[in-house]
């Protein structure tokens, strides 16, 4: 046997097969990855510079990565980016870590996930590279709303202390087909609050689970 089959870390972990928004699709997470840099490197270089994305972040009193005035991100040029000093000297700076995640729960929440609106922040590989994110924060945007109230829905919702929501509405667009996978996601959630888990799970589960083909862990 060679090194590749004998050690395959997304196999030993779970995320071969195994989407966390899509329970009929095979996901790979080494080939997703790249396509989610090209949505970083886009929103980056182009879509936090465009009048759009500006106008509507400002609608949504959200701050895009160059209004950070603390550590203002221009671009997705490492180079751009300070040095980290160290007691050695400086450390040459990496990519900017920025997460796409807050944008898409702003957008989620506000009813503003829109293809066109996600193609304008994301870029061409906006489906491949958040779609899944996309779909996941759906869900628990979905699950917020069931937990709690309108006040604690907000609070979650919320960017303390000066980026907050505006307003919240009701999720956009909702097929059969994602109301169904929430209502399944959520049956498993309150089984495991009664230890409802493994071999105690209810049949339900396990048929879904089986359905799936995917492991629970990956949820």
């Known amino acids: 046997m060679n090194s590749q089959s004998q050690f395959d870390p997304a196999a030993m972990i779970g995320l071969v097969g195994a989407s966390p928004g899509r329970s009929e ?46 550590n203002p991100i221009m671009n997705s040029n490492p180079l751009s980016a300070p040095s980290t000093p160290t007691p050695s000297g400086p450390v040459p700076p990496g990519p900017p870590a920025v997460s796409l995640i807050p944008y898409i729960r702003r957008l989620v929440a506000t009813g503003m996930d829109f293809p066109g609106v996600l193609h304008g922040f994301f870029g061409d590989d906006w489906g491949t590279g958040v779609g899944p994110l996309h779909e996941q924060e759906r869900r628990n945007y979905l699950f917020a709303a069931k937990s709690g109230g309108w006040a604690s829905v907000k609070k979650d919702y919320d960017m303390s202390p000066l980026e907050t929501i505006p307003f919240l509405r009701p999720l956009q667009g909702p097929l059969d087909a994602e109301i169904e996978a929430a209502e399944r996601s959520w049956s498993e959630w309150l089984a495991m609050e009664d230890w409802m888990v493994g071999p105690r799970a209810p049949d339900i589960l396990h048929d879904s689970s089986s359905q799936n083909s995917r492991p629970r862990s990956s949820r």
Not at 36 to 63: E, G
């Open 25 to 70: 699709d095979n996901f790979d997470i080494f080939e997703w990855y790249p396509r989610y840099q090209s949505c970083q490197r886009y929103f980056l270089d182009h879509a936090q510079h465009s009048v759009p994305v500006q106008a509507l972040s400002a609608f949504l009193n959200i701050k895009l990565p160059f209004q950070r005035q603390a």
